[in-house]
């Protein structure tokens, strides 16, 4: 699936996440900003990649800011955000 547009979900409050996405060329780019990088960037970064695989998203660019969200907070996140991406009209319930 491709990315249509640049979106955005979530917030910059604590224990919450904030997920901007964009089209791009060059396959999966995330950058990932978070005081708990060290700890727990390896798996928020799995997460994000976990939705975008399950949408077939093969290209994008994702900045992820981090305030301490919890692992299923961050995947209703990506949801969220890949689904205002590619513009769908009816929620795809096989992701959730």
Same mark, same amino acid.
């Given at each position: 699936?491709?990315?249509?547009?640049?979106?955005? /979900?979530?917030?910059?409050?604590?224990? +919450? @996440? $904030?997920?901007?996405?964009?089209? !791009?060329?060059?396959?999966?780019?995330?950058?990932?900003?978070?005081?708990?990088?060290?700890?727990?960037?390896?798996?928020?970064?799995?997460?994000?990649?976990q939705?975008?695989? /399950?949408?077939a998203?093969e290209?994008? +660019? @994702? $900045?992820?800011?981090?305030?301490? !969200?919890?692992?299923?907070?961050?995947?209703?996140?990506?949801?969220?955000?890949?689904?205002?991406?590619?513009?769908?009209?009816?929620?795809?319930?096989?992701?959730?």
């Amino acid at each position: 699936m491709e990315i249509k547009q640049h979106a955005l /979900a979530g917030t910059l409050e604590s224990s +919450d @996440v $904030q997920i901007m996405i964009a089209p !791009a060329n060059n396959g999966i780019s995330i950058d990932l900003i978070s005081d708990v990088k060290k700890q727990f960037g390896k798996q928020i970064e799995a997460t994000v990649r976990q939705v975008l695989a /399950a949408y077939a998203i093969e290209n994008a +660019d @994702v $900045q992820v800011i981090d305030k301490g !969200a919890l692992d299923l907070v961050i995947k209703a996140r990506a949801i969220a955000v890949v689904e205002r991406a590619i513009e769908a009209k009816d929620l795809n319930w096989e992701v959730l």
